[in-house]
């Protein structure tokens, strides 16, 4: 399918406007980069604690987030996490605020003080403890602690399996237990035990369900081998290309393309002072493919025209190449936009780093092939050309 016909723009002509455009641009990206000390690294490469929790009813966000700052956790982020059925939130909290005398266990034990004083039924003022934030170990000494239980369980069952018992019902049922009555289905356990138990414990109205801890090592190793891996492809591309056009300049100045569609979407999360996890460099790596893939489509347009129109001009071939390949770039990158825009709206908080980056990098990538990469080849020529004139020049 073609979507337009017979174009005729003149896009080398206006090539100091696109690469004067560009180079602010990029120097904008570099001067935030600089002024910030860098991109805002996730907890994946600065290090820190993600702990996940669920609640029994819709989280409110914003009271989360009051009450952390109220116990010096303002710069936490907190962000939803599955379906929004789940009630699940994930709360991030960075190096500094988890770390001390290196004992990394330290956020989630104030994310847990903090919930408790914000999440805190009656029952839980009365002295019980929570049995929805007890591991297997915790839970079994606690229901050690209750005289008599033993002697009222069912006959072979011990506290041990009951423990076991409520730790297993409590997973099957999405981390939390919604009531101590639901706990009848526990085998072993009778109605005269349930209610020794239902005077030292209550279900609260969330619990924890898993904890990621990232040491500052880990994270600087991410850091270096993220930098590695977008180098790496950087520049087995540029060789690839260099041998696939039988030229360096064309492998160069998609590299050049690509380094400058880089540099800027990291500098839009610059500006808008977005987190860099490992999902952003994931799409970073995407955009890296996408947009050689689009410059190679373009570039190889170049040449077959070089071959079939070798009396025009180099810029009339170029801007003919563009305009013939302007259409299959409209359509690919335009498709492409309007699902990584779909997944920015709707996809949620997790992946809202990789779809920013992805709407960015499609925006840029596709400038750059046109724009950029092209424009730079006829640079190039015009420099040989007069560097031979002056050659030629000088001998006579």
């Given at each position: 399918m073609q979507l337009l016909k017979n174009v005729n723009v003149d896009?080398?002509?206006?090539?100091?406007?696109?690469?004067?455009?560009?180079?602010l641009l990029f120097?904008?990206?570099?001067?935030?980069?600089?002024?910030?000390?860098?991109?805002?690294?996730?907890?994946?490469?600065?290090?820190g604690t993600l702990v996940y929790v669920k609640f029994?009813?819709?989280?409110?966000?914003?009271?989360?987030?009051?009450?952390?700052k109220q116990r010096g956790l303002g710069e936490s982020t907190i962000q939803r996490f599955g379906p929004e059925s789940d009630h699940e939130?994930?709360?991030?909290?960075?190096?500094?605020?988890?770390?001390?005398?290196?004992?990394?266990?330290?956020?989630?034990?104030?994310?847990?003080?903090?919930?408790?004083?914000?999440?805190r039924p009656l029952e839980a003022k009365s002295g019980k403890t929570d049995l929805n934030n007890l591991g297997t170990a915790r839970l079994e000494a606690a229901l050690s602690g209750i005289p008599g239980l033993q002697g009222v369980l069912k006959s072979g069952t011990s506290i041990g399996d009951v423990s076991k018992g409520v730790i297993s019902y409590r997973n099957s049922h999405g981390g939390l237990v919604g009531s101590l009555d639901d706990l009848r289905a526990i085998s072993g356990l009778t109605p005269e035990a349930l209610s020794l138990i239902r005077e030292r414990f209550y279900v609260g109205e969330f619990a924890i369900i898993k904890t990621e801890i990232v040491g500052p090592k880990v994270g600087k190793a991410l850091q270096q081998q993220a930098i590695s891996a977008t180098l790496y492809a950087l520049g087995g591309m540029l060789v690839y290309i260099g041998w696939r056009f039988k030229?360096?300049?064309?492998?160069?100045?998609?590299?050049?393309?690509?380094?400058?569609?880089?540099?800027?979407?990291?500098?839009?999360?610059?500006?808008?002072?977005?987190?860099?996890?490992?999902?952003?460099?994931?799409?970073?790596?995407?955009?890296?493919?996408?947009?050689?893939?689009?410059?190679?489509?373009?570039?190889?347009?170049?040449?077959?025209?070089?071959?079939?129109l070798?009396?025009?001009?180099?810029?009339?071939?170029?801007?003919?190449?563009?305009?013939?390949?302007?259409?299959?770039?409209?359509?690919?990158?335009?498709?492409?936009?309007?699902?990584?825009?779909?997944?920015?709206?709707?996809?949620?908080?997790?992946?809202?780093?990789?779809?920013?980056?992805?709407?960015?990098?499609?925006l840029i990538g596709t400038y750059s092939s046109i724009a950029i990469a092209s424009p730079l080849l006829v640079i190039w020529y015009d420099y040989q050309a007069r560097k031979k004139g002056l050659a030629k020049a000088a001998n006579y």
């Open positions: 896009w080398i002509g206006k090539k100091e406007i696109f690469i004067g455009a560009s180079f120097l904008a990206s570099i001067v935030s980069l600089i002024i910030k000390h860098g991109p805002r690294y996730g907890i994946d490469f600065s290090g029994k009813n819709p989280p409110q966000l914003d009271v989360i987030r009051g009450a952390l939130v994930i709360i991030s909290l960075d190096q500094k605020m988890t770390v001390s005398s290196g004992e990394f266990d330290q956020g989630q034990s104030k994310i847990a003080e903090t919930l408790n004083l914000s999440f030229g360096a300049i064309y492998g160069t100045a998609a590299v050049i393309a690509v380094f400058h569609d880089v540099i800027i979407t990291v500098g839009f999360f610059s500006f808008f002072d977005k987190e860099i996890s490992l999902t952003v460099i994931a799409a970073l790596l995407t955009l890296v493919g996408y947009s050689m893939n689009d410059t190679i489509v373009v570039f190889d347009r170049i040449r077959e025209n070089l071959k079939i070798r009396r025009e001009p180099l810029t009339s071939v170029i801007n003919r190449s563009i305009n013939q390949t302007l259409s299959r770039t409209i359509l690919t990158s335009g498709l492409t936009f309007m699902t990584v825009v779909s997944l920015y709206i709707f996809g949620g908080e997790v992946i809202h780093g990789f779809a920013f980056a992805m709407v960015i990098g499609i």
